[in-house]
């Protein structure tokens, strides 16, 4: 399968500065694929360079095959639906009235628009002007107008800033849509909480470098980092517990009633076993694995690369 986007030793210079250096990463039809980093770290960038807007200083950079910069770039960018961070909008035009001025531009027949209103939540208020709407109705407006031709590559910059978390949900109800007709969705976010669960693989930019690429499970394989787990268990028996996990557990909080403990993920199948035999004393017990937003401070931590 020819990737929808493919990134071969990338880098991208500004004279001194190098916004991205000795990038790889190759995205297929279908998948769901999250950039995140800190503002500066090559999101943007990246995002540029498949749209065919900057060219990069070395390596190749081919979207559907093609030079997203070369003689085929403009076809090439009529199949990519692009929702940049920060949207503006002529105030005095209705949200019909826009999504007839873009479709427009991008050749598409408007006969369309009215179902993509409605797919965003904006049906009811297609006829009012976009000045009136709200940050979270406007930037749900430019999630419709990167809908505009069925595009087979979706490229959002921080997709639900500025939504109520039904509004967010919708917009993952679309991605997933996008993602199961075959569509590849990049995303760039900040959220990386958020997106945990939405997306099927993780791009990791630090200082312009893409420090992992992977899904969560595979990133927690290749980061070990501990598991936190915490236990409500009957008054003043945590020395008891402790005693009987000792060797296995690092105890990081401690009380009448409760214990915090971390466990390198290589001892959490036998201090489970151990806290099976522990059922007299344990009330409750909370598993919580290192979350993206762990994994990526651990990442980054001293600027390792």
Not at 218 to 247: E, S, Y
Request: with cysteine; hydrophobic share 40%; net charge neutral.
């Amino acid at each position: 399968m020819t990737p929808a986007i493919a990134l071969d030793g990338v880098s991208r210079r500004y004279g001194a500065v190098t916004a991205l250096q000795d990038a790889n990463l190759h995205a297929d039809p279908g998948e769901t694929v999250a950039l995140v980093g800190h503002n500066g770290a090559g999101k943007t960038t990246l995002m540029k360079l498949v749209l065919g807007l900057i060219r990069p200083t070395a390596g190749t950079v081919r979207v559907l095959g093609e030079d997203p910069a070369g003689r085929h770039g403009a076809r090439v960018r009529g199949r990519i639906g692009f929702l940049p961070e920060s949207v503006a909008f002529h105030a005095a035009m209705t949200g019909a009235e826009l999504l007839d001025f873009y479709a427009r531009l991008k050749g598409e027949p408007r006969a369309a628009n009215a179902e993509l209103l409605e797919r965003v939540g904006l049906a009811d208020a297609a006829s009012r002007r976009v000045g009136t709407y709200s940050k979270g109705m406007r930037q749900r407006l430019a999630l419709a107008q990167a809908l505009i031709g069925e595009p087979g590559i979706l490229l959002l910059d921080e997709p639900t800033s500025g939504l109520d978390p039904e509004s967010r949900r919708q917009v993952y109800e679309t991605i997933d849509d996008l993602r199961r007709s075959g569509a590849l969705v990049l995303l760039s976010t900040h959220a990386l909480a958020e997106i945990e669960r939405q997306v099927d693989r993780v791009a990791m930019l630090h200082r312009g470098r893409l420090i992992a690429v992977g899904d969560v499970a595979a990133l927690r394989r290749r980061i070990p980092m501990p598991v936190r787990i915490r236990l409500r268990v009957r008054h003043c028996t945590t020395q008891r517990v402790l005693d009987r996990l000792q060797g296995w557990a690092e105890t990081l909080d401690r009380g009448p009633t409760h214990l915090q403990l971390a466990v390198m993920p290589e001892c959490r199948a036998d201090l489970i076993h151990a806290l099976d035999d522990l059922r007299e004393l344990i009330d409750e017990v909370e598993i919580e694995s290192p979350g993206l937003e762990t994994l990526y401070r651990h990442l980054t931590r001293g600027d390792a690369t």
